[in-house]
């Protein structure tokens, strides 16, 4: 089972005390945040939920899974989160 995008706008509203619309804005404000914020490099964390940090991909050696090809994947940016003490104490129960 998963939480969808409007299921959680719903939770949030509920357990809030906001309208379906006003935590929809909160959420969308939300990750534009995280998005804007880990595009400048910048690390966001949540106390005791997550953090999430920019992390550079050095430029590596792969294969082209069709051919066997030796491929180079260029050096990138990729995305760490990990979860916090909350996060990991309620999945744990």
């Known amino acids: 089972m998963s939480l969808n995008k409007s299921e959680l706008v ?47 991909r050095a430029e590596r050696t792969g294969r082209n899974p069709r051919t066997g090809e030796e491929i180079t994947i260029p050096a990138n940016f990729g995305v760490k989160l990990s979860a916090g003490s909350l996060l990991k104490k309620a999945v744990a129960k």
């Open 10 to 56: 719903s939770a949030i509203a509920s357990k809030s005390g906001l309208t379906k619309s006003d935590a929809e804005n909160a959420l969308n404000a939300f990750q534009e945040v995280l998005i804007e914020s880990l595009a400048q490099g910048e690390a966001v964390k949540v106390t005791g939920l997550l953090s999430a940090e920019r992390v550079e």
